[in-house]
């Protein structure tokens, strides 16, 4: 979670460091804007007179600093610094991240059930003693307004669908045309009406669940939720666990639909982008302003370096400044892990400095990219066959996503397999073990998972061996950009991550996601010439080693490195 990016010079990060908990957004910056300042009070508010996110929105986001235990006290003590410091740099966002409901207890931590503050139609509001504005129900408002009278726009973080807490109280569906309980078909209706228990979060399994938004009651439940955050004063909302391997397209297409219908202009960016790819994108880039396409960006020169890929490939896709809602859409590479920092999930402020060296940080700052697309797999196969592939998950409708067919091994046995011929020539199967779930006799679960299949990975074919563990498509656990785990191996359960289904055309869906699993050829790592190239420009303008002013900048750094080498008696070549 994260994002935006700005042109100012490092410098000027750098002088509020130790006044700034700079754990700023970082948004596409291999798309970059040419220097302008951004007059952020004579935007109008008025819809459709302004075009969202004509430009890659910038600001300030409260995790990589406060985890998620920040207070209102400090959120407007660093929104004012943003004002002072950065607005003129055309930085306008401050955001609370996730968990701002969260009370800050001993028990309490990211993935724990019971301690979230909800009011009585299930909705999510601040935790008092962080937030004391939002007592009597406020909410955001009073923290909305102070950031507004700063020149600046206010923004929060939410989850995918309903909170497990509220699902386990039933609370009603708040029907906003009438300010009562929503009422269809006669009846009321409540949360574990809407709520789909078999699609919670996968990094988030005791916090939050999909809802139903083909039901009338699981939309209007969404609309609640951000009618009430326009209510407060929100500009910009950030959603998360509904993109990348953890997509949701319904939620995604429903919320986009409800921000139309709101009478105050909200950005809306999607997160978190692990295994993030063009193709998935463009279901969702003219629905949205914003979706990350990389996994959580750290303090590490790991994360850094696992940017280049992906996001050249962005670039190359003409993703940039695409159309989104009302507006345009970016490609958002997390944000900037800079100043004094926290650590992930954990339940303390910021208590060290980043771990970058300024080198680095210089590196990162004009130019920070994104997870690598065809990254290594938890399940690598490998055999005979001189490219090694990765599981990996993509659209349905990709291309790459084809190529799996049902073998059967006997009466008892059969496996899925992908059988497209590799690059060079061979074509080995890679093999999944099919089993049915063993579904109770629930009616959800059977309607639901009905056609639906375990995988099962085994070193070899034995009735009585077959490992009780099945292939979830999506990580269990938030990754970071340099962590390239697809999935995991778990107890085999009535989970939507868990169940997958072959289709005539070939492909293999996940039913938490929606989205088809591919297998993709892993490059060797390892140094292999120069790399470069750069991406400058509005457009966001892509150039390689071929490009005239790249050939003459690679010639001026061989010949420093050659007068360097020379100078420390190394000798006069340079490999």
């Known amino acids: 979670m994260r994002w935006l990016g700005s042109n100012f010079d490092i410098s000027v990060g750098m002088n509020v460091e130790f006044l700034l908990y700079f754990a700023g957004f970082n948004f596409m910056w291999l798309w970059r804007e ?30 990589d600093s406060f985890s998620w235990i920040i207070s209102e006290k400090d959120f407007l003590h660093n929104a004012q610094l943003v004002a002072q410091r950065l607005k003129n740099h055309g930085y306008e966002y401050v955001v609370v991240d996730f968990l701002w409901y969260r009370r800050t207890v001993k028990g309490s931590h990211v993935n724990s059930l019971g301690f979230d503050v909800i009011d009585k139609w299930g909705r999510m509001v601040p935790d008092p003693d962080r937030w004391p504005s939002s007592r009597d129900g406020k909410g955001f408002a009073k923290v909305a307004e102070k950031v507004h009278s700063m020149g600046l726009k206010f923004g929060i973080h939410v989850m995918r669908g309903i909170s497990t807490q509220a699902f386990n109280a039933n609370t009603p569906i708040l029907d906003v045309t009438t300010g009562k309980a929503y009422e269809e078909s006669g009846r009321q209706w409540f949360a574990k009406d809407i709520g789909i ?14 809802v139903n938004t083909k039901l ?39 919320v986009s639909k409800i921000l139309t219908e709101l009478n105050r202009p909200m950005l809306y960016s999607l997160s978190p982008g692990t295994g993030a790819t063009p193709a998935m994108a463009r ?25 280049f890929n992906v996001t050249r490939d962005f670039a190359a896709a003409n993703m940039i400044g695409a159309k989104g809602l009302r507006g345009k859409s970016w490609p958002d590479s997390d944000m900037l892990p800079l100043g004094w920092l926290s650590r992930p999930g954990a339940k303390k402020g910021p208590h060290r400095k980043c771990n970058l060296t300024l080198h680095e940080q210089r590196t990162q700052f004009p130019y920070n990219s ?3 697309l065809t990254s290594d797999s938890s399940y690598r196969h490998e055999g005979s066959i001189s490219e090694p592939l990765a599981l990996s998950l993509t659209s349905c409708e990709d291309v790459e996503a084809k190529g799996w067919s049902a073998r059967a091994l006997d009466k ?6 992908w059988n497209k011929t590799s690059s060079e020539g061979h074509q080995e199967p890679f093999c999944l073990y099919k089993r049915k779930p063993l579904l109770d006799d629930e009616v959800t679960y059977k309607r639901h998972f009905d056609g639906k299949v375990h995988l099962l990975v085994t070193n070899h074919l034995s009735k009585t061996n077959l490992t009780e563990a099945c ?37 293999l869906m996940n039913s938490y996601s929606g989205l088809c699993a591919s297998m993709r050829t892993v490059k060797a790592k390892g140094p292999s010439g120069i790399r470069a190239w750069i991406a400058t420009g509005r457009r966001g303008r892509y150039l390689n080693e071929d490009n005239r002013f790249v050939k003459a900048l690679l010639i001026k750094i061989s010949k420093l490195l050659h007068a360097k080498a020379e100078k420390n008696g190394v000798g006069k070549t340079l490999e």
């Open 34 to 63: 040419g220097r302008k300042k951004v007059d952020i009070d004579q935007r109008e508010y008025s819809l459709g007179e302004t075009e969202y996110a004509s430009s890659p929105p910038r600001g300030w986001n409260s995790y």
């Open 197 to 210: 228990k078999e699609r919670t979060c996968a990094w988030m399994q005791r916090g939050f669940m999909s």
């Open 216 to 254: 009338g009651a699981g939309r209007a439940f969404l609309r609640s939720l951000y009618q009430q955050y326009a209510e407060w004063g929100v500009d910009f909302v950030k959603h998360d666990c509904v993109f990348g391997a953890d997509l949701d397209l319904d939620e995604i297409s429903s």
């Open 283 to 307: 279901d969702v880039s003219g629905l949205a302003n914003m979706y990350r396409i990389t996994g959580d960006d750290w303090d590490t020169w790991g994360d850094v370096a696992a940017h």
């Open 370 to 372: 994104s997870l690598a």
């Open 412 to 417: 008892d046995f059969e496996q899925v397999c």
């Open 471 to 507: 292939l979830g498509a999506s990580p269990n656990q938030k990754l970071t950009s340099k962590e390239l785990k697809r999935g995991s191996l778990s107890p085999c359960g009535l989970d939507a991550n868990q169940m997958w289904e072959l289709t005539q055309n070939g492909t």
